[in-house]
């Protein structure tokens, strides 16, 4: 009799191999990737601020949206430079639709975000509501 330890998930495993494998188109070498902008969120003592890089992508391709506490900034990269000959085509940037979701916190004074473009990279500054309680020392006598 042959002894095999248990694995509970291995069926799931299997059917998520086998899933990938039928809805999966194949890769293939040289398979341009899709678009996955890096964001870089920084938090100043009256503002955060949220740098996107967005190399390529035109202004008028950019979306930024706030929802239920939700700043969203999305678009759509398109590329220029891609190499047509006989033998061969070249193309090295991705492209694609992009979408990139970050959680506002609640001093976060919605109603006054302001977002630039400037040489690739998308600034938005989210402002800090301000401190509605007023601290001050007491001097003790």
């Given at each position: 009799?042959?002894?095999t330890r248990f694995d509970p998930f291995r069926e799931l495993r299997e059917l998520e191999n086998r899933f990938?494998?039928?809805y999966s188109a194949p890769e293939k070498e040289g398979a341009i990737a899709g678009f996955t902008p890096s964001v870089n969120i920084r938090e100043g003592e009256f503002a955060y601020h949220v740098d996107v890089d967005l190399p390529g992508v035109a202004k008028e391709d950019i979306k930024v949206d706030v929802k239920e506490g939700k700043?969203?900034?999305?678009?759509?990269?398109?590329f220029k430079a891609e190499v047509k000959e006989?033998?061969?085509y070249k193309?090295?940037?991705s492209f694609g639709k992009f979408s990139r979701s970050f959680a506002l916190p609640e001093n976060a004074d919605v109603e006054n975000i302001d977002a630039a473009c400037d040489n690739g990279v998308l600034e938005v500054v989210i402002p800090k509501l301000a401190d509605k309680t007023n601290t001050r020392s007491?001097?003790?006598k």
């Open positions: 009799m042959l002894v990938l494998r039928t700043l969203t900034v999305s678009g759509e990269r398109n006989e033998d061969y193309v090295e940037t007491i001097a003790v």
